[in-house]
């Protein structure tokens, strides 16, 4: 008779680990903590950075994770005469600089370029998971994206907002034939916002047809958010509606206690407009609402919680064992490409005041319905 099947084991490839950080949520699932019951090993761990708060060597240390002191390293180990079956990058805090339009420069490209050097001189083809975009420029996500297409590898990325229930739940056939999206989202303008462009996304695709592409993005920042709602440009309907959807108690309009608001605004080709609000500290979740055909509103939020123990990661790290043991992602890389330039070209239009065509973003084309039939 034969013994067990082996258990899948990755490398992890962090920015740093400390407590509350990406690197501790997701990786300490997989090493049995949060009360969460891992089905693949951690066999690895390469740290960019070891801060004084640093809980990643400990952790490796009491779980026997190896610790690399390169990418290389991290990539090529082998347990037991096997070698790692995905790759974990998680390239989220640390001490790294900004750019001049409010960017933090994560080193996910160099990431990336590291782990298909190592794979390409190992021989290997694994599954990549990828935290939040691809990278803060996009001409480092247009090679990120073409080497994942190129090498035929499966991958998963972007937030783990989207993967959370919706409450209330509702048919996803009202998506079908969606006018307008408006999802407010809070805290920093570039790494939440993303969430929020994510979660704007997760509806959008789900439209008749599937995604055909984003022609142009538009960013306001200030009072400007307001007049533009004034002037009947944004519709203030779909927003008050969604922050009905907050499981707490709001203190009135936004505008009455917002100081600067951020407002990203996304056209589609087929003419659907995105809304993406960001409210500070205003609001403590994600939530949103849509126009259907119809002219009806639904509105609803992402169940996730602002603190320990994070339960929204959970569901984003059994998406990630599921690619592994599987070789199927749920999230197909088109969503990440075009989340990553929807974050960057607004951060681009806030940084310069102006709306923008995007030309990088009106040919993509995908349908989630094949990756959602790889769901669990």
């Known amino acids: 008779m034969s013994g067990p099947a082996r258990r899948k084991q990755v490398a992890a490839i962090v920015t740093e680990y400390r407590s509350d950080s990406h690197a501790e949520v997701i990786l300490g699932r997989l090493l049995g903590q949060f009360g969460y019951h891992p089905q693949i090993d951690v066999a690895s761990l390469y740290l960019d950075q070891v801060p004084a708060n640093d809980m990643g060597l400990a952790e490796a240390q009491a779980h026997g994770v190896a610790v690399c002191t390169t990418i290389e390293e991290a990539i090529a180990i082998e347990r037991n005469g096997s070698s790692i079956d995905g790759i974990l990058l998680i390239g ?33 083809a694994v599954p990549i998971f990828n935290d939040k975009h691809l990278s803060y420029r996009m001409d480092d996500a247009q090679w990120i994206y073409g080497e994942l297409k190129k090498r035929g590898l499966p991958f998963l990325g972007g937030s783990s907002i989207p993967l959370t229930p919706q409450v209330p739940d509702y048919p996803t056939g009202k998506l079908n034939k969606v006018q307008e999206i408006f999802v407010i989202s809070w805290l920093g303008l570039e790494s939440y916002g993303f969430h929020g462009m994510e979660v704007l996304q997760s509806l959008a695709e789900q439209r008749e047809g599937g995604e055909q592409g984003i022609v142009s993005v538009q ?16 519709p203030e309907d779909l927003m008050l509606q969604a922050l009905q ?77 599921q690619m592994v043991m599987t070789g199927q992602s749920t999230v197909c890389a088109e969503r990440t490409f075009l989340t990553t330039g929807m974050i960057n070209m607004s951060m681009e239009s806030l940084h310069l005041g102006k709306k923008l065509a995007t030309p990088e973003l009106s040919t993509i084309r995908y349908s989630p319905a094949a990756a959602a039939k790889a769901q669990l």
């Open 219 to 234: 960013a306001l920042e200030g009072r400007s958010v307001w007049a533009a709602m004034d002037q009947g440009k944004v």
């Open 92 to 124: 989220e805090h640390g001490d790294y600089p900004w750019n001049e339009k409010r960017q933090k420069l994560y080193p996910r490209r160099r990431f990336f370029e590291e782990a298909f050097k190592a794979m390409d001189k190992l021989g290997l």
């Open 245 to 321: 959807m907050t499981s707490e108690e709001i203190p009135g309009h936004p505008r009455d206690h917002v100081d600067v608001p951020t407002l990203f605004m996304v056209e589609y080709r087929d003419g659907v407009k995105g809304y993406v609000l960001q409210l500070q500290r205003f609001v403590k979740e994600w939530v949103y609402a849509f126009r259907g055909g119809d002219g009806e509103i639904t509105a609803s939020r992402c169940s996730s919680e602002p603190g320990r123990p994070y339960i929204h990661f959970a569901e984003l790290t059994r998406r990630i064992e």
